[in-house]
């Protein structure tokens, strides 16, 4: 390797939107893998009408780019300027004509390209036809100018592009394991998220709704940390549900606040509306995070990384059905006051969900191929 060589990490979204905290931490996760094999790791995203060039969390250039023509114009000329011959790209949604020959133009400059998709397939979550016209046009096209793409579900091929399979990683210096609180009468449930339709948090909300119509010996109280489209549903669900004693909208949170949360839950709450994006299998940060720090959690999909016969795992149906509250009850009765539940999590993440680990196939593509 040359030391004046780089490689570029791309991303089309604006990485520093409050409501993207999640992919951001996930793009600084990669790149700091990626860091220990290149000589240099850049980062450039779009927000705004301005592209940006990032080394070490800093901009060192930036340029006016009011059109995805002068996007992808300014990515070419950086990957000229910092001699890139490594990119790493998110897919961009929907693939268009200047999409194409900003793809074949990596591929003239001699480009080692691999073409992340975080969803597929992704029909289902793009909601405007339009998009997904202007998509389908194109996106069978991409294979011309990419041979190799990565996933996060069993596909072994994407648009007739070769995959690796990836699974979401997580930072483990960035989640420390919780303080496990002592058993009581409370159980504390935790939905940390951007709060999209594919969450289904009502399905928790309505399960309250049915459980307090006849309450057993437990309360229960519903920590939901985030922000983001539907968050006024759940609000509105609150209040005609009456909850409000039993949850509590506590916005985004980070670092020693974040901990708080986790050391005050007993059950985490995963995604549990993968189903309105007809999704079966997804691999979400989430329940990596939970893992890592030792929080039990329930979840409604097929997750490549879990089996769902884990101790602190309970799977529910992809579907838009109300929790079984007995299950929620039955995991927290089972994993309660048990260190070495948290002990095996956290084993497990570290065996399974290091980033270092996960993307040691695309470091060898990269670097071999």
Known sequence: MNYSESMFYITHENINLTGDIGVKKKIYAQVRVFAKYFPKCLITYYAYGMAY????????????????????????????????????????????????IFLRDMKEMGVRLVLEYPTFPY??????????????????QIREYVFQATTYAKNKTVYGMHTIELQNGVDLQENPVRTMRKKDNNIGLLAVAGFYFHHGFERVLESLHKYYQNPGIYDFHLYMVGDGPERRTYVHLVKEYGLEQYVEFCGIKTGAALDWYYDNADIGIAPLGVYKADIVSVAPIKTREYCSRGLPFIYGYEDIGFTGEEPYVRKVENSSAPLDMSTVIELYESTVENKSIIEGMRNYTEENFSWDILLEDVVEYMINN
């Open 123 to 140: 029909d289902g979550e793009v909601k405007n036809e339009e998009i997904l016209r202007e998509d389908r046009e194109y996106r069978n």
């Open 53 to 100: 060039l990032m080394e070490d969390g800093h901009v060192i250039d930036k340029e006016i780019a009011l059109s995805a023509q002068e996007r992808f114009r300014c990515y070419s000329h950086w990957m000229k300027k910092y001699h890139c011959r490594w990119v790493y790209m998110r897919c961009l949604i929907p693939a268009t004509y200047n999409y194409l």
